[in-house]
Nanobody
Framework: QVQLVESGGGLVQAGGSLRLSCAASKNAFSINDMGWYRQVPGKQRELVATITSGGSTKYADSVKGRFTISRDNAKNTVYLQMNSLKPEDTANYYC?????????????WGQGTQVTVSS
């Protein structure tokens, strides 16, 4: 069982910043891609940002220039620095990790952390 523990969500005013963290349990597996997704009621879960094990990143157009994804492989942790937050960024944010075990890849999700941006 792989656990992804998220932290850093909360309430912030528009224009403010938050940093989300997601730490994977340190078990006998390798972590490949990691990412952040978000979801609001009535909508599909959408990509926010992803980062490969080599550090290549991808961002949703809506967050480019404002959010930065990074990772610390030694700590099995992925971060999402969110600046210039807007009310439309309000969502439940989920981290994920693609892990390699027994020559297979598996996708795991964190429990979600709520981000609320007030106007």
């Amino acid at each position: 069982q792989v656990q992804l523990v998220e932290s850093g969500g909360g309430l912030v005013q528009a224009g403010g910043s938050l940093r989300l963290s997601c730490a994977a349990s340190k078990n006998a597996f390798s972590i490949n891609d990691m990412g952040w997704y978000r979801q609001v009621p009535g909508k599909q879960r959408e990509l926010v940002a992803t980062i490969t094990s080599g550090g290549s990143t991808k961002y949703a157009d809506s967050v480019k220039g404002r959010f930065t994804i990074s990772r610390d492989n030694a700590k099995n942790t992925v971060y999402l620095q969110m600046n210039s937050l807007k009310p439309e960024d309000t969502a439940n944010y989920y981290c994920n990790a693609v892990v390699g075990m027994a020559n297979r890849e598996y996708l795991y999700w964190g429990q979600g952390t709520q981000v609320t941006v007030s106007s």
